[in-house]
């Protein structure tokens, strides 16, 4: 009977030996579930960062945009008064010598 009772533990010990076995094997699997829902969840979190931080580039960009294009076109209707006015200033001289030629043509 003693074999008998020495067989029947190692046949127990296998059976305990091959439950470890195959709890270690679902744990270690369970695991890997669990580190790819995380690993998911952080590259989903770092997608939603790097977006917000996107908009918020190109928000500012676009309000330096609007800065600088503002400060060009008050530079460009400042010129163009300038120019106008020198312009203004310039028609009755030019209005003068057209005459003058006009008249020299006309005589020669």
Do not use: P, W
């Not at 020198?86 to 005589?107: G, I, Q, Y």
């Amino acid at each position: 009977m003693a074999k008998d009772k020495i067989l029947s533990e190692i046949k127990d010990a296998e059976g305990n030996a091959r439950k470890m076995v195959e709890n270690g094997v679902k744990s270690k699997y369970d695991r890997i579930n669990s580190a790819r829902a995380e690993a998911r969840e952080i590259i989903k979190q770092a997608e939603a960062d790097a977006h917000r931080s996107a908009q918020n580039a190109i928000k500012c960009a676009e309000e330096a945009i609007a800065s600088e294009k503002e400060t060009l076109v008050k530079v460009g209707k400042t010129e163009a008064e300038t120019i106008s006015r020198k312009a203004s200033s310039k028609v009755d001289e030019a209005v003068d010598m057209l005459l003058t030629e006009f008249e020299r043509s006309v005589h020669a």
